[in-house]
């Protein structure tokens, strides 16, 4: 008998190879485009960014998946702005820990309200902070919500079986991979096109359960967009200065050996504080992702 592909005790193999084969098309039309036109494909980024939600959006009309099933909904509306606020203490902690790098040093001179055309200063500093949260938190949420509906919104349901913890390494390495021609191209690590795209691969899979968490607990695709819009905002500022490329690419950046740390220790934090439980009814009102043990990533 042909397996339900609404079977809750199963992934769905099917689906998701189907979900893999369109993305992957989506990811070669580009790199091809890009090479026919003779531009990076940086410059396609913005929809490069919608190439998962475009892979996930095939895959649920093919077949009959509701959109509010893989987590298109509003959900507990207060994580909308825990999600905002939430990237500031993470990105603020790898900053800290990123000046502590021997060979890493405070550099005043690269206060963001500056750069923006403000006067310098700590009332004008947290201006133009405040102001990173809004667009990222609106205009960068559109974008990250091209790439949070096909990784955290469609992939995750359908990954839901193998459980919180199993569930995040597969998403965290396809999100990684799917970087690749970005990263080879000189996004992140320019002085490292090829380690780049290893040392990428392995950040975003120490990023992920946090994503993932976001999305479990709040019910809804839509704060991990809000936090992935705010995090590539407010990730552009940094008084972290280094000469070296090694250091300020692979080791004092949110990509980089500091960030993967950083978001290591709060996936230890969320597993120690009880790992939420994870099943294909992760975007239901009745769904009993109440922390605890999640014996099916376990």
């Known amino acids: ?24 098309a989506l990811v ?10 003779d531009v990076e494909i940086e410059a396609f980024g913005p929809l490069y960014m919608f190439t998962p939600a475009a892979a996930g959006v095939f895959v649920c009309v093919r077949n009959r998946i509701a959109l509010r099933e893989v987590g298109v909904r509003i959900g507990r509306r207060r994580w909308l702005a825990l999600a905002a606020v939430l990237p500031l203490p993470v990105l603020g902690t790898i900053t800290a820990l990123s000046i502590g790098v021997p060979g890493v040093s405070f550099d005043p001179s690269l206060d963001v309200a500056a750069r923006i055309g403000l006067p310098s200063g700590p009332f004008w500093t947290l201006v133009a902070l405040g102001a990173m949260v809004a667009v990222g938190a609106t205009v960068n949420a559109v974008a990250g919500f091209g790439e949070e509906f096909g990784w955290r919104g469609y992939l995750l349901w359908e990954l839901a079986p193998l459980g919180f913890w199993r ?30 795209v290893f040392a990428l691969t392995v950040a975003c899979i120490a990023m992920t359960p ?39 690419q692979l080791v004092a950046s949110e990509g980089g050996l500091v960030g993967v740390t950083v978001f290591g220790v709060v996936a230890v934090g969320i597993a120690s504080t009880g790992t939420p439980r994870l099943s294909r009814d992760v975007f239901s009102d009745e769904s009993p992702n109440t922390a605890g043990s999640d014996t099916a990533g376990n």
């Open 28 to 37: 070669l039309g580009f790199v091809a485009v890009a090479r026919a036109i």
């Open 167 to 196: 569930a995040s390494l597969a998403i965290g390495t396809v999100w990684g991979v799917w970087h690749a021609p970005l990263v080879v191209a000189g996004y992140n690590y320019p002085s490292f096109p090829v380690v780049g």
């Open 1 to 24: 008998m042909p397996r339900d592909p609404r079977s809750t005790d199963a992934v769905n193999t099917r689906n998701v190879t189907e979900f893999l084969a369109v993305l992957t």
């Open 210 to 248: 946090l994503f993932v968490y976001v999305v479990v607990r709040s019910r809804s695709v839509v704060p991990a967009a809000v936090f992935h819009g705010v995090f590539n905002a407010v990730g552009i500022v940094g008084y972290a200065a280094t000469d070296d490329a090694v250091l300020r």
